[in-house]
Each structure stands twice: as structure tokens, then as C-alpha cells.
T-cell receptor, first 114, second 112 residues
């Protein structure tokens, strides 16, 4: 079983739709829960992070973590064509040996159609 | 702007011909990482440096080596590329205690 599972999609939605992206994980030691966005032929960039269970909102984006179910979600409201990208969930292990190891999901490719 | 730069963006090499990919950063972060990302797969950590200390992942093939001559630069050497090594190679940096990693744009490697 992979430590992090993510549906690869692709996911195609009309502009203005609400998008829900999800990941499950198996390692209870994960501390930080992140979403990275990766545009085509670019490196991933951090979109949002959370540390505890609950919701965190940033503009049109909401990150949700449920540690009891080992489940995280990213919601995008009023989706725009510029949101078309691959979204990778990522989870950080505790600090050890000078760094925090990050485990990524496979990414969900999202296309928002005008 | 502070950033992570990777060169070249695209690299074509022949089967078995050594190749070197480079990464530089202006963020002054002490941790640098190399990831391999194949199509529709998660980035896979190959190794990382904490300052000059090199840390290899257990499943990284011996064919992959790395050098970090100073804080700003890091190199990935593939000694004898095979067809299975064709992938996007991502360099990333972080401050030592941070969860956040800053990625470069990647180098897409093709092996012919």
C-alpha cells in the first residue's frame, strides 16, 4: 500500500464549478499536509498547507484535513481556466536529520473549460 | 527574485552516455533535493543534501550520483543512463526545519 493515494484523474469541469480533490494516507506520523500546484512543464509550487485537522481557507481555495480518517481535500470554488493544472497532495514527516521528508501523491490533472 | 534555477530545461542523451544536470538557488537554503518524476507519477526523492551532508534514499540506484560544491549549486550525475531513466528531474530547496520546498522548473531528460 502506498503511503499516499491520490486519484490521478483527469478531471474536467466547466468554468465556475466547485472542484473537490482528495487524498488518503496511511502514515499517522505525517505532520504537515500540503497541496502543490504544477503547471505543465513547470515545477510544483506550494498552494496551501495545514497542520491540524479542520479547514483552512485562502480565497477560492479551502484545504481540509481529517486526521482520524487519514483523508485530506482541496476545494476550489468558482474555478477558472487558470486553475487548469496538476494538483499534488503532499505530506511532511517529522523533522529529523536536518529536514522534513515530503511524500507526494501522484497528482490530479484538472482542466477547467471556459 | 529569489529562485531555483535548473539547466538545461531539456536534455537528450544516448543510452549509456553520462549526463549531468545542474541546479542553482538564490534562496540560501541549506537543504537541497533531487526528485525524479515520471509521467503521471509522484515525484520520487532520489537524495538530499543538508549543507554538505549527502543523504541517499535507500532505493536510489547507484547509477545516480550527486555533488554539491557550495551552498548555491547542486549537480545530478547519471553515470550510464538507461531508457527507464527518461523522466523530469526536479531540484528543490528548503530551510532545514521547514515543511515547504521550493522547486525549480525541472529538466526533462530523454534517453535515445
Amino acid at each position: 500500500q502506498k503511503e499516499v493515494e491520490q486519484d490521478p484523474g483527469p478531471l474536467s469541469v466547466p468554468e465556475g464549478a466547485i472542484v473537490s480533490l482528495n487524498c488518503t494516507y496511511s502514515n499517522s506520523a505525517f505532520q504537515y499536509f500540503m497541496w502543490y500546484r504544477q503547471y505543465s512543464r513547470k515545477g510544483p509550487e506550494l498552494l496551501m498547507y495545514t497542520y491540524s485537522s479542520g479547514n483552512k481557507e485562502d480565497g477560492r481555495f479551502t484545504a481540509q484535513v481529517d486526521k482520524s480518517s487519514k483523508y485530506i481535500s482541496l476545494f476550489i470554488r468558482d474555478s477558472q481556466p487558470s486553475d487548469s493544472a496538476t494538483y499534488l497532495c503532499a505530506m511532511s514527516s517529522p523533522y529529523s536529520g536536518g529536514y522534513r521528508k515530503v511524500t507526494f501523491g501522484t497528482g490530479t490533472k484538472l482542466q477547467v473549460i471556459p | 527574485d529569489a529562485m531555483v534555477i535548473q539547466n538545461p530545461r531539456y536534455q537528450v542523451t544516448q543510452f549509456g552516455k553520462p549526463v549531468t544536470l545542474s541546479c542553482s538557488q538564490t534562496l540560501n537554503h541549506n537543504v537541497m533535493y533531487w526528485y525524479q518524476q515520471k509521467s503521471s507519477q509522484a515525484p520520487k526523492l532520489l537524495f538530499h543534501y543538508y549543507d554538505k551532508d549527502f543523504n541517499n534514499e535507500a532505493d536510489t540506484p547507484d547509477n545516480f550520483q550527486s555533488r554539491r560544491p557550495n551552498t548555491s549549486f547542486c549537480f545530478l550525475d547519471i553515470r550510464s543512463p538507461g531508457l527507464g531513466d527518461a523522466a523530469m528531474y526536479l531540484c528543490a530547496t528548503s530551510e532545514d526545519s521547514s515543511y515547504e520546498q521550493y522547486f525549480g522548473p525541472g529538466t526533462r531528460l530523454t534517453v535515445t
